[in-house]
C-alpha cells in the first residue's frame, strides 16, 4: 500500500496515512495555537541611505523615484531612533539598515551597531564591503545581508550596469571575505536572465563564495516600465521546486522553503509575510516614521488596506492550501497589480504550486518507513537542517 501525507492547510497538520486507515503525525511541534495577526514591535528598518553607488534596473528606490530632501541619516537622528529601539525592543529583537546603500553611510553604521542592545542586520550590496568594515562587523556579530543575481555577467548585467565586470569581481571577492568572519547572507532577485539557472547560482553561492544562507525572490513591480514587470512566475516556482532536492543534498537554508517548510513542522502559521505595521517599524534618514517607504508612493494607502487582503482575513483565500503559509505577499505589489483576490497577481499560483510540491517530496521520502519513530526520524534528518540558516562563524 501506498503510503499519502495528509496536509490539513487551515491547522498546518501534517500526517501519514499508513495500512488499515492508521495515521502517524510528522509534526515536530503538535499543537497548532492560532496568534493574533499583531505581535509586539520586534524590528526596526532603517533607511539609512536613500544614495547608492548601484542603479540596479529593478530597484525599486531607484525606479520608483523614492525622493526624500534628507538622503544619509545624521548621527542625531541615529541617537533618538536608537534609543527608543533599545527601550522598546533591546535584546528580544533586531535592527536592520537599509538603503539605498548604507555603507554610504558608514560613520552612523558603525555608531548604531556599537550602541545596539538588540541583534543588528546591515543590508548591503557589498560593492564597498572592504577588510576594515568585515572585521568590525565581525567583531560585533552583525549579521550581512547582501545581494549577487548569478555567476554570469548576463545575470548581473541589471545589478551592475555599466561596469558589470569589474563590479561583479568586486563584489564576489568581498562577499567571500565577508563569510570568512560573518554570518552572510545572499538575495538573488530572480528575472529572465537567471529564472533558467537558479540550481546552479545557488551551488555557485555555496562553492564558490561559501554561503550557505540563500534566498531566491521575484523581484517588486516598479510604477516605471521594467522587463521585471513581466516576470515569469511559472517558470520561477518550477526553479524553487528544483532548489529543494540541491538544499537537501547541501544542507543549505533558502528562505523561500525553509520558512514553509519550518511553518509546517512547528505548525507556526504565518499570518503576514510583510512586518509594516504590524512588528516593524520603519525610519526614514530624517527620522519621519512610516509603514513603507514605497507605499508612501501611493496616495490615501493605509493600513487597512494591506490588512483586508491578508488570507486569515480574506474569504476568497479560506480553501487555498497556502491559507496560513503565504502571508498574502507584499502590500506595495498588491496594490500595484492586484489580482480579483487582491493581493500580488504571481503569489496564488506560485504558493499553491511550491507547497503541493513540498507535501509530494515528504511523501517520497517517507514510502519505505516501518513506523512511526522511523518516520519522524527522517523528517528530522532530511527537513529540518533546511529550516534555519547554518552559519559557519
Same mark, same amino acid.
Given at each position: 500500500m501506498k503510503k499519502k501525507v495528509?496536509? &490539513?492547510?487551515k491547522t498546518l497538520s501534517l500526517d501519514l496515512e499508513v495500512e488499515d486507515g492508521r495515521r502517524w503525525n510528522l509534526n515536530l511541534k503538535k499543537k497548532f495555537s492560532p496568534v493574533s495577526i499583531f505581535k509586539p514591535i520586534d524590528r526596526y528598518r532603517l533607511e539609512v541611505s536613500l544614495i547608492c553607488d548601484l542603479k540596479c534596473r529593478y530597484? +525599486? +528606490?531607484?525606479?520608483?523615484?523614492i525622493n526624500r530632501d534628507q538622503k544619509l541619516m545624521s548621527r542625531e537622528v541615529a541617537e533618538e531612533i536608537l534609543k527608543r529601539f533599545n527601550n522598546e525592543v533591546g535584546k528580544r529583537g533586531s535592527l536592520m539598515m537599509i538603503g539605498g546603500e548604507p555603507l554610504l553611510n558608514w560613520r552612523v553604521v558603525k555608531y548604531i551597531i556599537e550602541n545596539c542592545k538588540g541583534e543588528t542586520m546591515l543590508f548591503t550590496n557589498a560593492y564597498k564591503l572592504d577588510e576594515e568594515k568585515i572585521n568590525f562587523l565581525s567583531r560585533y556579530r552583525n549579521m550581512v545581508l547582501t545581494s549577487l543575481d548569478g555567476y554570469k555577467l548576463k545575470h548581473n548585467e541589471d545589478r551592475f550596469y555599466p561596469d558589470v565586470k569589474n563590479r561583479f569581481r568586486q563584489v564576489c571577492k568581498n562577499i567571500k571575505q565577508a563569510a570568512k568572519k560573518c554570518r552572510v547572507g545572499i538575495s538573488c532577485v530572480v528575472h529572465q536572465k537567471n529564472v533558467k539557472d537558479l540550481v546552479s547560482i545557488a551551488d555557485f553561492f555555496v562553492k564558490e563564495l561559501d554561503v550557505k544562507s540563500l534566498s531566491f525572490a521575484y523581484p517588486h513591480f516598479t510604477v516605471e516600465k521594467t522587463d521585471t514587470n &513581466?516576470?515569469?512566475?511559472?517558470?520561477?516556482?518550477?526553479?524553487?521546486?528544483k532548489l529543494l532536492k540541491f538544499a537537501k543534498k547541501e544542507n543549505v537554508y533558502i528562505d523561500q522553503i525553509g520558512k514553509i517548510i519550518r511553518a509546517i513542522l512547528n505548525r507556526e502559521a504565518n499570518f503576514s509575510a510583510c512586518k509594516v505595521g504590524i512588528s516593524q517599524r520603519t525610519f526614514y534618514p530624517d527620522g519621519?516614521?512610516?509603514l513603507c517607504t514605497k507605499l508612501d508612493t501611493l496616495s490615501n494607502y493605509s493600513i487597512n488596506n494591506f490588512l483586508k487582503i491578508l488570507p486569515v482575513c480574506n474569504y476568497k483565500c479560506q480553501s487555498c492550501i497556502a491559507v496560513n503559509l503565504c502571508g498574502g505577499g507584499c502590500p506595495w505589489d498588491a496594490a500595484?497589480?492586484?489580482?480579483?483576490?487582491g493581493v500580488d497577481r504571481r503569489i496564488c499560483f506560485h504558493y499553491q504550486t511550491l507547497v503541493s510540491f513540498l507535501i509530494k517530496d515528504i511523501e517520497a521520502e517517507l514510502q519505505t518507513v516501518k513506523s512511526e519513530n522511523e518516520a519522524l526520524s527522517i523528517i528530522k534528518k532530511k527537513y529540518l537542517p533546511l529550516v534555519l540558516p547554518s552559519w559557519k562563524v
Amino acid at each position: 500500500m501506498k503510503k499519502k501525507v495528509l496536509f &490539513d492547510p487551515k491547522t498546518l497538520s501534517l500526517d501519514l496515512e499508513v495500512e488499515d486507515g492508521r495515521r502517524w503525525n510528522l509534526n515536530l511541534k503538535k499543537k497548532f495555537s492560532p496568534v493574533s495577526i499583531f505581535k509586539p514591535i520586534d524590528r526596526y528598518r532603517l533607511e539609512v541611505s536613500l544614495i547608492c553607488d548601484l542603479k540596479c534596473r529593478y530597484c +525599486v +528606490v531607484h525606479m520608483n523615484r523614492i525622493n526624500r530632501d534628507q538622503k544619509l541619516m545624521s548621527r542625531e537622528v541615529a541617537e533618538e531612533i536608537l534609543k527608543r529601539f533599545n527601550n522598546e525592543v533591546g535584546k528580544r529583537g533586531s535592527l536592520m539598515m537599509i538603503g539605498g546603500e548604507p555603507l554610504l553611510n558608514w560613520r552612523v553604521v558603525k555608531y548604531i551597531i556599537e550602541n545596539c542592545k538588540g541583534e543588528t542586520m546591515l543590508f548591503t550590496n557589498a560593492y564597498k564591503l572592504d577588510e576594515e568594515k568585515i572585521n568590525f562587523l565581525s567583531r560585533y556579530r552583525n549579521m550581512v545581508l547582501t545581494s549577487l543575481d548569478g555567476y554570469k555577467l548576463k545575470h548581473n548585467e541589471d545589478r551592475f550596469y555599466p561596469d558589470v565586470k569589474n563590479r561583479f569581481r568586486q563584489v564576489c571577492k568581498n562577499i567571500k571575505q565577508a563569510a570568512k568572519k560573518c554570518r552572510v547572507g545572499i538575495s538573488c532577485v530572480v528575472h529572465q536572465k537567471n529564472v533558467k539557472d537558479l540550481v546552479s547560482i545557488a551551488d555557485f553561492f555555496v562553492k564558490e563564495l561559501d554561503v550557505k544562507s540563500l534566498s531566491f525572490a521575484y523581484p517588486h513591480f516598479t510604477v516605471e516600465k521594467t522587463d521585471t514587470n &513581466d516576470f515569469p512566475m511559472e517558470k520561477y516556482t518550477a526553479g524553487i521546486c528544483k532548489l529543494l532536492k540541491f538544499a537537501k543534498k547541501e544542507n543549505v537554508y533558502i528562505d523561500q522553503i525553509g520558512k514553509i517548510i519550518r511553518a509546517i513542522l512547528n505548525r507556526e502559521a504565518n499570518f503576514s509575510a510583510c512586518k509594516v505595521g504590524i512588528s516593524q517599524r520603519t525610519f526614514y534618514p530624517d527620522g519621519t516614521e512610516t509603514l513603507c517607504t514605497k507605499l508612501d508612493t501611493l496616495s490615501n494607502y493605509s493600513i487597512n488596506n494591506f490588512l483586508k487582503i491578508l488570507p486569515v482575513c480574506n474569504y476568497k483565500c479560506q480553501s487555498c492550501i497556502a491559507v496560513n503559509l503565504c502571508g498574502g505577499g507584499c502590500p506595495w505589489d498588491a496594490a500595484i497589480f492586484p489580482n480579483e483576490i487582491g493581493v500580488d497577481r504571481r503569489i496564488c499560483f506560485h504558493y499553491q504550486t511550491l507547497v503541493s510540491f513540498l507535501i509530494k517530496d515528504i511523501e517520497a521520502e517517507l514510502q519505505t518507513v516501518k513506523s512511526e519513530n522511523e518516520a519522524l526520524s527522517i523528517i528530522k534528518k532530511k527537513y529540518l537542517p533546511l529550516v534555519l540558516p547554518s552559519w559557519k562563524v
